[in-house]
C-alpha cells in the first residue's frame, strides 16, 4: 500500500514567491495533519482535517498561510508570499480518527524541505 | 513555552546495552503519550503509546514508562542494535483525540 504521499520533496525559492505544498493521503484515511518542523520549535501542527473540512487551524502562524483539502485525496498548503523564516520540513500525516488507545498511528509522509531565500 | 521537554538532544549507545530516553512534560491535561522514530529524510513513524491509565507498556525491545506524579515519561530499548539509531520524539494528546503536542526530539546513535 502507498503512504502518505508528499511533492515536492524539497523546493527552494526565493523571498516573496507562491509556495504551494501537496499531499496524498492514504486511501480511507479521514484526518489529515501538516506540520512543520523547525530546529527551534520542533514539530508544530499547523492544521487538522476531518473528513475534509478544517477543524483546527490554530497552527497556522499567519494569514501568509492557507491549507485546503477539497477532496479525500489531495491537500494543499500554500504560503502566499513566502519569507526566510519559513524554511523549515513540513510533513503531511494521515490517519483514521480518532487516535485510540493502542494505536497513535499517525502516518507521516516523508516531508517537504523548503528553503526561502 | 514548551509543553513536551526532551532535555537531551542526543545519546549515544553502545551495541547491546539498554537505551534510556527521557521526556518530560508541563501540562497536566496530557492524557495520552506517544513515541515517534524518525530516520533522516523520512518522515516519523509510530513506536509505541501509553494511556495515563498506566505505568508501563511493553512491545518487544521497547517498553515506555510513565511517571504521572513526576510528569515524566522514558523509553527503555533493550537491547539496543545499530538500526535504532534515530531521531525519536516523545509526543502527548490532552483528550483531543488528534492534537499531538511533540517535544524536540533526540537524536540516539547505537555503536557496534
Known amino acids: 500500500d502507498a503512504g502518505v504521499i508528499q511533492s515536492p520533496r524539497h523546493e527552494v525559492t526565493e523571498m516573496g514567491q507562491e509556495v504551494t505544498l501537496r499531499c496524498k493521503p492514504i486511501?480511507?484515511?479521514?484526518?489529515l495533519f501538516w506540520y512543520r518542523q523547525t530546529m527551534m520549535r520542533g514539530l508544530e501542527l499547523l492544521i487538522y482535517f476531518n473528513n475534509n473540512v478544517p477543524i483546527d487551524d490554530s497552527g497556522m502562524p499567519e494569514d501568509r498561510f492557507s491549507a485546503k483539502m477539497p477532496n479525500a485525496s489531495f491537500s494543499t498548503l500554500k504560503i502566499q508570499p513566502s519569507e526566510p523564516r519559513d524554511s523549515a520540513v513540513y510533513f503531511c500525516?494521515?490517519?483514521?480518527?480518532?487516535?485510540?488507545?493502542?494505536?497513535?498511528?499517525?502516518?507521516f509522509g516523508e516531508g517537504s524541505r523548503l528553503t526561502v531565500l | 513555552d514548551q509543553q513536551v521537554k526532551q532535555n537531551s538532544p542526543s545519546l549515544s549507545v553502545q551495541e547491546g546495552r539498554i537505551s534510556i530516553l527521557n521526556c518530560d512534560y508541563t501540562?497536566?491535561?496530557?492524557?495520552?503519550f506517544l513515541w515517534y522514530k524518525k530516520y533522516p529524510a523520512e518522515g516519523p513513524t509510530f513506536l509505541i503509546s501509553i494511556s495515563s491509565i498506566k505505568d508501563k507498556n511493553e512491545d518487544g525491545r521497547f517498553t515506555v514508562f510513565l511517571n504521572k506524579s513526576a510528569k515524566h515519561l522514558s523509553l527503555h530499548i533493550v537491547p539496543s542494535q545499530p538500526g535504532d539509531s534515530a531521531v525519536y520524539f516523545c509526543a502527548a494528546d490532552g483528550g483531543s483525540n488528534y492534537k499531538l503536542t511533540f517535544g524536540k526530539g533526540t537524536l540516539l546513535t547505537v555503536n557496534p
Open positions: 501540562n497536566s491535561m496530557f492524557d495520552y
Open positions: 500525516a494521515s490517519t483514521t480518527y480518532p487516535l485510540a488507545e493502542g494505536g497513535g498511528e499517525l502516518f
Open positions: 486511501s480511507g484515511h479521514n484526518s
